[in-house]
């Protein structure tokens, strides 16, 4: 099956990705992708850029080479209460936020009870979206109950394809869990391919081959299908 949906990539204002835009949404083009996410990090991170940068993307053609584009920013959990690192006169004006803990910001550490309060507490943000990669082993969670709080706040839950190859070794174990728990209590989650390099942009082959291991329902995945996921969108939207 098709998944013409990818919405967490990253360009060369995040710092450590190596592709424009430009060259982004041409090569999303060329793959047949019809919406592609621009999220770059958000200031941070480490050599991510300034919060300005979000604020004027705004200035940004809504299509490139055939491509729908939306733009947002993969924004920082900054502490275990799950505030964010932009504005929130910034937050509002973005197309997608993805909330996630990087150990560049986030002291890696082994007790689940502080790290699933940080992404509890980034659900209760309206402008939050997508809870990005929260199978990372170097913050442990409650699996359940992040799961059923997405399910409470709409918020979709990230399968990240990057996790499961290269970024954060040891995710799959978790990332499972984490999908068979979407599974059982009927919570959307989104495949993404976390891209910091254009050639591995709607790249979800990890994912899917364990999500097809799991038998997940293919309905729960809400980037097969366009208009789906522009209702989720719209529901989401606060402009």
């Known amino acids: 099956m098709k998944y013409p949906i990818d919405i967490h990539t990253h360009t060369i204002a995040s710092g450590h990705a190596y592709n424009t835009l ?24 480490p050599g991510a850029p300034h919060e300005w940068y979000f604020g004027n ?5 809504k299509e490139l080479y055939g491509v729908t584009m939306l733009y947002g920013s993969e924004a920082n ?12 006169e910034i937050q509002q004006k ?30 209760d943000n309206p402008y939050v979206s997508i809870i990005g990669h929260c199978g990372n082993p170097s913050f442990p969670i409650h699996e359940e109950e ?43 989650i989104i495949l993404n ?23 997940m329902p293919e309905e729960l995945i809400i980037n097969r299908n366009k208009t789906e996921f522009f209702n989720f969108i719209k529901s989401r939207s606060t402009r």
């Open 94 to 123: 973005l197309d997608v936020m993805i909330a996630s803990i990087h150990d560049p910001v986030m002291k890696p550490n082994n007790n689940p009870d502080l790290n699933t309060s940080a992404f509890l507490g980034a659900m």
């Open 22 to 45: 430009f060259e982004n949404a041409k090569y999303a083009s060329e793959k047949g992708l019809e919406i592609l996410g621009t999220t770059d990090h958000a200031p941070s991170m």
């Open 146 to 188: 992040v799961v059923k709080k997405a399910k409470e706040k709409n918020v979709l839950i990230e399968i990240n394809n990057s996790s499961l190859v290269r970024s954060r070794i040891g995710s799959e174990k978790i990332c499972t869990k984490v999908a068979l728990l979407c599974k059982k209590y009927n919570v959307k």
């Open 77 to 88: 959990i900054v502490d275990y209460e799950g505030n964010i690192d932009l504005p929130t």
């Open 57 to 61: 993307l705004k200035v940004l053609p």
């Open 193 to 215: 391919s976390d891209a910091h390099c254009c050639f591995h942009i709607g790249n979800f082959d990890a994912a899917l081959k364990m999500l097809k291991s799991i038998d």
